[in-house]
């Protein structure tokens, strides 16, 4: 059977192969193919084809979701999905002639899209009424008629939010369509407006508001020294609290202030610590009602932050206020919280959002800015895929998990040098215990293979960087990573006391080298946005108004219609949509489902979704949940790489039941059983990664061979391990990670 291949756009071009018309267009996403005549009559399926194939019957069947039929006319097709091969320029390189092509394809894709069709009858749109008002705001965006769909206004819409945000913000501004031009479309519009509303978050922190701040930015390029010019006001302040990207950094603080004799509690999601005072060296800084011993300062993450009343604070790497998933906490911080002092550590590029937003709250900001402790330069050549002239000291970056131990295995065989791993997926502990194999200068380890994970959190003796690739998958496809990144892992190269006269940066690719020295000296683009999340009472109050839709579709229902302002946008819901989607069979309450789907996991590790389940009836149900009935650690460590990924999901498991320990401490109980299954996931990890050997990286001629490191019979136990899981979880029995 020969079927013609028509994508759902106009601009077609035509070729013809053998009995067969085959209508295309070069960039596409999905396609309609039709069977063709079987006497290859192609006069037959021209003139057909003229005629766009009825393109709204083709649409009509999609947006049913249907994935073939036939015409009213005769004729069958047949719905196919097919990936788009699109080469993302990097950031600087974004303009409008771009922008337009994206807002055509992002626009066909929402006219399509039978999740947006789904939503809009939640809403109560018709499939008629949305194909009538959908076909008016495309038109009239590709016309240039909306203000905020204008390719100049998008720009720097689709720098801030990528494709996925990009995609939201096209579906957002149709309700926004609807409710200016098509009131009626929609029941109760104006009020679903009006409770989504999220245009000033300035005015949430009411108790904020009642006082004057002070608000100092610490700005500059990695190794400047702002953090360690903050953290010296925190130390020498009453009462005071450190806000840190990452678990290690908050850990980092609350050692060094415990060490300095100041009492200092660390509180993150899975850990909370008070001051040892049994040594005599750290003295309380005063006494609770009950005759409990009070700490100066409290280290968090920047999620757990309190809103309690500081002298000082200190809130680190503020430019992640855009980031996409978490920029929401950084924005709560800068609003809320409540100290006379706020210190901002960051790059200089979160001044003017930073200023905007304070300027909006009627307070005045101080930037500080600092210059790079020690010298920073590009490399003159790259290293021309040679990994022979990997030297001790170097740290090869690179962003794909299996290339990390794929480049490991390459460079110790051709160069002698044993190298220390750290990527994202490795437990804190463990990334710590492998950045000091590689500072020591005695333990045998001579590099470093990381992936962006290094760009923050740990002390790194660095003397060189070497980026095997300046792209990253982002779930969809390779995109340029941003200035912004590149100069923080690049940056981490000679850090000012490692011994190093000066940092280099460079590339394993001559092709990559001028982009890199481009990205390295420049600026990167300043923030114009900052995140922000609806609270749980916006999003119980929406879920009244839609008694029987599920929790898991009113967070992008929510998404679509709130509004927002310019100086903000609303934070990606993708991973708690999946969270939501995972318990979404439970008889959980609405704020347990919220408080749920802010749990720290990524639901594509599939051992930690099936626990996340188990935990989550146990909440439904309220009984106590043993971790011993959900996890049982095999006695030998991993010898391959899928194996050890399993034990690096089992560890985030354990993570897991830590954190539900500090929201339902009755159900999650016995903390020190999962503490000490936890100690032992690691040190299993930490003799994995000493021990392990893996399939070499190189060919005959010692060219590094990219993505060659599976091994059947690994992955195959792998995924018996994962099955097993997973029928053992269904079941409700103990599951285990032996196979």
Wanted: net charge positive.
């Amino acid at each position: 059977m020969n079927f013609f291949r028509v994508p759902l756009s106009n601009g077609y071009r035509q070729k013809c192969a053998g009995p067969a018309l085959c209508l295309h267009k070069q960039m596409h996403s999905s396609a309609v193919m039709l069977r063709s005549n079987p006497k290859g009559n192609k006069s037959v399926y021209k003139k057909r084809s003229e005629a766009a194939f009825d393109l709204n019957e083709i649409m009509q069947f999609k947006s049913r979701g249907e994935r073939g039929g036939k015409f009213k006319n005769g004729g069958d097709f047949k719905v196919l999905t097919q990936k788009q091969e699109v080469v993302w320029p990097q950031e600087d390189k974004i303009d409008a002639k771009f922008v337009k092509i994206q807002r055509e394809q992002a626009l066909r894709s929402f006219r399509a899209d039978p999740g947006v069709h789904k939503r809009c009858e939640n809403f109560g749109i018709s499939l008629a009424t949305f194909n009538l008002w959908s076909k008016k705001y495309a038109d009239d965006a590709n016309a240039e008629k909306i203000d905020k769909l204008k390719a100049d206004y998008l720009v720097s819409v689709l720098i801030r939010s990528g494709r996925e945000g990009f995609q939201y913000f096209i579906i957002n501004q149709f309700f926004a369509y609807l409710s200016e031009n098509a009131p009626d479309a929609v029941k109760n519009i104006a009020y679903l407006r009006k409770i989504t509303d999220l245009r000033y978050p300035h005015e949430w922190m009411v108790n904020t508001r009642k006082m004057q701040r002070r608000i100092i930015m610490h700005v500059g390029p990695t190794n400047s020294g702002k953090t360690y010019h903050a953290l010296q006001r925190l130390q020498n302040c009453k009462n005071g609290i450190y806000c840190s990207p990452l678990r290690l950094l908050a850990y980092e603080v609350y050692d060094r202030m415990n060490k300095a004799g100041i009492s200092c509690a660390l509180v993150t999601g899975e850990d909370r610590r008070g001051a040892d005072f049994s040594n005599g060296l750290v003295k309380p800084s005063g006494y609770t009602i009950d005759g409990e011993p009070c700490v100066a300062i409290k280290s968090c993450t920047i999620e757990m932050a309190s809103m309690d009343m500081r002298d000082v604070a200190v809130v680190d790497e503020i430019q992640m206020i855009a980031d996409r998933q978490r920029g929401w906490a950084w924005t709560n911080a800068l609003l809320g919280l409540q100290a006379s002092e706020i210190h901002l550590c960051g790059e200089v590029t979160a001044v003017p959002i930073v200023k905007k937003i304070c300027a909006a709250l009627d307070e005045d900001v101080e930037v500080r800015e600092y210059s790079r402790l020690g010298k920073l330069h590009t490399g003159k050549k790259s290293l021309d895929n040679d990994w022979s002239r990997i030297r001790p000291g170097d740290c090869v970056v690179t962003f794909s998990r299996k290339e990390i131990f794929a480049i490991r295995n390459t460079i110790e065989q051709t160069t002698g040098l044993r190298c220390a791993v750290i990527y994202g997926g490795l437990p804190p502990e463990a990334r710590v215990e492998q950045a000091r194999l590689f500072n020591d200068p005695d333990s045998g380890y001579d590099v470093l293979v990381a992936s962006d994970a290094i760009g923050m959190g740990i002390n790194l003796s660095i003397r060189r960087i070497v980026f095997t690739t300046l792209q990253k998958f982002d779930g969809g496809s390779l995109m340029p990573i941003s200035v912004s990144q590149t100069r923080q892992i690049g940056g981490r190269a000679g850090r000012f006391g490692s011994g190093a006269d000066a940092g280099e940066v460079t590339a394993m690719w001559s092709k990559d080298l001028e982009t890199l020295s481009k990205s390295i000296n420049q600026q990167p683009p300043m923030i114009k946005a900052a995140g922000i999340i609806p609270s749980s009472e916006a999003i119980e109050t929406f879920s009244h108004q839609f008694p029987n839709v599920p929790f898991s579709e009113l967070w992008p229902m929510f998404r679509d219609i709130a509004t927002v302002d310019d100086d903000y946008f609303l934070s990606s819901f993708s991973g708690q949509e999946q969270i939501a989607q995972c318990i979404e069979h439970l008889p959980l309450s609405v704020r347990d489902r919220y408080q749920l789907i802010y749990a720290p996991i990524n639901t594509r590790d599939k051992i930690v979704a099936l626990c996340l389940v188990k935990y989550a009836t146990c909440v439904a149900n309220n009984v106590e949940c043993s971790i011993g009935s959900v996890i049982k650690l095999p006695s030998e460590s991993p010898n391959t790489r899928d194996k050890l990924q399993v034990f690096e999901q089992w560890h985030r498991s354990i993570t897991l039941f830590i954190w539900l320990s500090f929201h339902y401490p009755e159900i999650f109980a016995n903390i020190e059983e999962a503490t000490n299954l936890k100690v032992m996931c690691e040190k299993s990890i930490a003799q994995g990664l000493a021990a392990m050997k893996g399939q070499p990286g190189t060919n005959a001629n010692g060219t590094f061979v990219k993505n060659k490191m599976n091994h059947k019979s690994d992955g195959q136990q792998a995924k018996e391990a994962l099955d097993k899981v997973q029928h053992l979880l269904e079941k409700h029995a103990m599951p285990t990670a032996s196979a």
